[in-house]
Protein backbone atom coordinates (compact mmCIF):
# COMPACT_ATOMS: atom_id res chain seq x y z
CA UNK A 1 0.00 0.00 0.00
CA UNK A 2 0.89 3.57 0.20
CA UNK A 3 1.68 4.42 -3.39
CA UNK A 4 2.55 7.57 -4.91
CA UNK A 5 2.80 8.03 -8.79
CA UNK A 6 4.07 10.85 -10.55
CA UNK A 7 3.55 12.17 -14.19
CA UNK A 8 5.40 12.85 -16.05
CA UNK A 9 8.44 10.75 -15.50
CA UNK A 10 10.99 12.75 -17.91
CA UNK A 11 10.00 16.46 -19.30
CA UNK A 12 11.87 18.67 -21.84
CA UNK A 13 10.35 22.20 -22.41
CA UNK A 14 12.29 25.22 -23.63
CA UNK A 15 12.48 28.39 -21.98
CA UNK A 16 9.92 30.49 -21.33
CA UNK A 17 7.01 27.66 -21.61
CA UNK A 18 4.96 26.34 -18.19
CA UNK A 19 5.43 22.94 -17.71
CA UNK A 20 2.71 20.81 -15.12
CA UNK A 21 3.58 18.29 -13.02
CA UNK A 22 1.37 15.68 -11.11
CA UNK A 23 1.43 13.77 -7.78
CA UNK A 24 -1.58 10.80 -7.22
CA UNK A 25 -1.80 9.23 -3.97
CA UNK A 26 -2.84 5.51 -5.40
CA UNK A 27 -4.52 3.60 -2.48
CA UNK A 28 -5.08 6.38 -0.20
CA UNK A 29 -6.43 9.58 0.54
CA UNK A 30 -3.37 12.26 1.08
CA UNK A 31 -4.47 15.37 3.37
CA UNK A 32 -1.02 16.93 3.24
CA UNK A 33 1.16 16.61 0.11
CA UNK A 34 4.58 17.93 -0.63
CA UNK A 35 7.30 19.36 -3.06
CA UNK A 36 10.69 19.11 -3.46
CA UNK A 37 13.56 19.82 -5.51
CA UNK A 38 16.67 17.98 -6.33
CA UNK A 39 19.56 19.16 -7.90
CA UNK A 40 22.62 16.96 -9.00
CA UNK A 41 24.19 15.15 -6.06
CA UNK A 42 22.10 17.44 -3.68
CA UNK A 43 20.34 16.70 -1.58
CA UNK A 44 16.50 17.14 -1.23
CA UNK A 45 14.97 20.75 -0.56
CA UNK A 46 11.55 21.38 0.42
CA UNK A 47 9.94 23.79 -1.48
CA UNK A 48 6.21 23.72 -0.46
CA UNK A 49 3.29 22.38 1.64
CA UNK A 50 0.17 21.61 0.31
CA UNK A 51 -3.28 20.68 2.53
CA UNK A 52 -5.97 19.67 0.38
CA UNK A 53 -8.63 22.61 -0.51
CA UNK A 54 -6.08 25.05 1.50
CA UNK A 55 -3.75 27.57 -0.59
CA UNK A 56 -0.03 25.93 -0.65
CA UNK A 57 2.84 27.04 2.38
CA UNK A 58 5.80 27.91 0.55
CA UNK A 59 9.64 27.36 1.72
CA UNK A 60 11.75 30.67 2.52
CA UNK A 61 13.53 31.98 -1.36
CA UNK A 62 10.63 29.96 -3.19
CA UNK A 63 8.51 31.70 -5.50
CA UNK A 64 4.90 31.28 -5.06
CA UNK A 65 3.80 32.84 -8.18
CA UNK A 66 6.47 31.01 -10.31
CA UNK A 67 5.18 27.08 -8.91
CA UNK A 68 1.94 27.00 -8.57
CA UNK A 69 0.68 24.49 -6.26
CA UNK A 70 -2.85 23.37 -6.41
CA UNK A 71 -4.16 20.73 -4.27
CA UNK A 72 -7.79 20.15 -5.27
CA UNK A 73 -8.69 16.53 -4.02
CA UNK A 74 -7.06 13.96 -2.12
CA UNK A 75 -5.77 12.51 -4.04
CA UNK A 76 -4.20 14.78 -6.64
CA UNK A 77 -2.06 17.56 -6.71
CA UNK A 78 -0.22 19.74 -9.36
CA UNK A 79 3.15 21.92 -9.41
CA UNK A 80 3.29 24.34 -12.65
CA UNK A 81 6.50 25.76 -13.19
CA UNK A 82 5.53 28.99 -15.24
CA UNK A 83 7.91 30.58 -17.15
CA UNK A 84 10.83 27.75 -16.82
CA UNK A 85 14.08 28.62 -17.00
CA UNK A 86 17.37 26.59 -17.92
CA UNK A 87 17.98 27.14 -14.01
CA UNK A 88 14.92 25.49 -13.21
CA UNK A 89 15.94 22.05 -14.60
CA UNK A 90 16.16 19.59 -11.27
CA UNK A 91 14.36 16.57 -9.79
CA UNK A 92 11.34 17.41 -9.00
CA UNK A 93 10.23 14.81 -6.23
CA UNK A 94 6.30 15.45 -4.36
CA UNK A 95 5.88 12.74 -0.84
CA UNK A 96 2.01 12.20 0.54
CA UNK A 97 0.87 11.83 3.68
CA UNK A 98 -2.52 10.27 4.79
CA UNK A 99 -4.73 11.21 7.79
CA UNK A 100 -4.44 7.71 9.08
CA UNK A 101 -0.51 7.12 8.99
CA UNK A 102 1.28 10.37 9.19
CA UNK A 103 4.25 8.51 6.76
CA UNK A 104 5.35 10.32 4.19
CA UNK A 105 5.40 8.29 0.89
CA UNK A 106 7.57 9.62 -2.10
CA UNK A 107 6.72 9.65 -5.73
CA UNK A 108 9.40 8.85 -8.30
CA UNK A 109 10.27 11.85 -9.04
CA UNK A 110 9.92 13.67 -12.50
CA UNK A 111 12.92 15.19 -14.51
CA UNK A 112 12.46 18.47 -15.95
CA UNK A 113 15.10 19.74 -18.46
CA UNK A 114 14.44 23.17 -19.92
CA UNK A 115 16.19 23.85 -22.96
CA UNK B 1 18.85 23.01 8.48
CA UNK B 2 19.19 19.52 9.24
CA UNK B 3 19.14 18.60 13.12
CA UNK B 4 21.10 15.45 11.85
CA UNK B 5 25.37 14.50 11.15
CA UNK B 6 25.61 11.15 9.25
CA UNK B 7 29.44 10.03 7.53
CA UNK B 8 29.28 11.25 4.00
CA UNK B 9 29.94 8.12 2.59
CA UNK B 10 30.71 4.38 3.76
CA UNK B 11 31.29 0.81 2.38
CA UNK B 12 30.32 -2.70 3.02
CA UNK B 13 30.59 -6.17 1.84
CA UNK B 14 27.46 -7.56 0.48
CA UNK B 15 26.43 -10.38 3.02
CA UNK B 16 27.76 -8.61 6.03
CA UNK B 17 25.64 -6.17 8.45
CA UNK B 18 25.56 -2.53 7.29
CA UNK B 19 25.84 -0.19 10.47
CA UNK B 20 24.63 3.58 9.44
CA UNK B 21 25.56 6.00 12.23
CA UNK B 22 23.63 9.23 13.11
CA UNK B 23 24.18 11.89 15.84
CA UNK B 24 21.38 14.26 16.86
CA UNK B 25 22.17 15.29 19.74
CA UNK B 26 19.46 18.52 19.86
CA UNK B 27 16.89 16.44 19.29
CA UNK B 28 13.39 16.76 21.29
CA UNK B 29 11.25 14.60 23.40
CA UNK B 30 8.77 14.06 21.39
CA UNK B 31 10.65 13.85 18.19
CA UNK B 32 11.04 10.74 16.10
CA UNK B 33 13.77 9.68 14.10
CA UNK B 34 13.31 8.37 10.94
CA UNK B 35 15.08 6.59 8.29
CA UNK B 36 14.90 7.09 4.02
CA UNK B 37 16.89 5.63 1.44
CA UNK B 38 17.31 7.30 -1.85
CA UNK B 39 18.41 4.81 -4.80
CA UNK B 40 20.13 6.64 -7.98
CA UNK B 41 17.22 9.05 -9.53
CA UNK B 42 14.31 7.52 -7.73
CA UNK B 43 12.25 8.92 -5.02
CA UNK B 44 13.05 8.43 -1.48
CA UNK B 45 11.58 5.12 0.42
CA UNK B 46 10.39 4.91 3.87
CA UNK B 47 12.68 2.37 5.75
CA UNK B 48 12.19 2.63 9.91
CA UNK B 49 11.37 4.87 12.56
CA UNK B 50 11.26 4.93 16.02
CA UNK B 51 11.12 7.27 19.47
CA UNK B 52 13.18 6.20 21.94
CA UNK B 53 12.94 2.06 21.71
CA UNK B 54 14.78 0.02 19.19
CA UNK B 55 12.78 -0.48 16.52
CA UNK B 56 12.79 -3.89 13.72
CA UNK B 57 10.96 -4.14 10.61
CA UNK B 58 11.43 -6.43 7.54
CA UNK B 59 13.95 -4.28 6.03
CA UNK B 60 16.02 -3.24 8.97
CA UNK B 61 16.90 -2.33 12.96
CA UNK B 62 17.24 0.82 14.36
CA UNK B 63 18.76 1.23 17.69
CA UNK B 64 18.71 4.69 19.73
CA UNK B 65 20.85 5.46 22.44
CA UNK B 66 19.41 6.09 26.21
CA UNK B 67 19.88 9.45 25.88
CA UNK B 68 17.97 9.54 22.15
CA UNK B 69 21.12 11.62 21.13
CA UNK B 70 22.22 9.42 18.26
CA UNK B 71 21.26 6.31 16.38
CA UNK B 72 21.99 3.80 14.03
CA UNK B 73 20.35 1.87 11.46
CA UNK B 74 21.05 -1.82 10.67
CA UNK B 75 20.58 -3.47 7.41
CA UNK B 76 21.43 -7.29 8.73
CA UNK B 77 22.30 -8.81 5.42
CA UNK B 78 23.48 -5.65 2.89
CA UNK B 79 23.13 -6.62 -0.63
CA UNK B 80 23.81 -4.69 -4.22
CA UNK B 81 20.85 -3.36 -4.08
CA UNK B 82 20.68 -1.63 -0.88
CA UNK B 83 23.66 1.12 -2.17
CA UNK B 84 21.97 3.97 -2.18
CA UNK B 85 21.96 7.60 -0.03
CA UNK B 86 20.54 6.67 3.16
CA UNK B 87 18.72 9.79 4.80
CA UNK B 88 18.31 9.97 9.09
CA UNK B 89 15.80 12.69 9.72
CA UNK B 90 14.64 14.02 12.80
CA UNK B 91 10.74 14.75 12.25
CA UNK B 92 9.97 18.74 12.65
CA UNK B 93 6.56 19.33 13.52
CA UNK B 94 5.44 22.70 12.16
CA UNK B 95 2.18 23.41 12.65
CA UNK B 96 0.87 20.59 11.86
CA UNK B 97 2.22 19.86 8.57
CA UNK B 98 5.53 17.83 10.39
CA UNK B 99 7.86 18.20 7.35
CA UNK B 100 11.10 16.34 6.90
CA UNK B 101 13.84 18.48 6.24
CA UNK B 102 16.51 16.39 4.29
CA UNK B 103 20.30 16.63 5.61
CA UNK B 104 23.41 15.70 3.00
CA UNK B 105 22.48 11.87 4.09
CA UNK B 106 25.25 8.51 3.77
CA UNK B 107 26.14 7.16 0.40
CA UNK B 108 26.48 3.82 1.18
CA UNK B 109 28.07 1.70 -1.64
CA UNK B 110 27.42 -2.56 -1.05
CA UNK B 111 30.58 -4.20 -2.78
CA UNK B 112 30.78 -7.64 -3.94
Known amino acids: GAVVSQHPSRVICKSGTSVKIECRSLDFQATTMFWYRQFPKQSLMLMAT?????????EQGVEKDKFLINHASLTLSTLTVTSAHPEDSSFYICSATGSITHEQYFGPGTRLTVT | DAKTTQPPSMDCAEGRAANLPCNHSTISGNEYVYWYRQIHSQGPQYIIHGLKNNETNEMASLIITEDRKSSTLILPHATLRDTAVYYC?????????????FGKGTKLTVNP
Open chain 2, 89 to 101: IVRVADGGSEKLV
Open chain 1, 50 to 58: SNEGSKATY
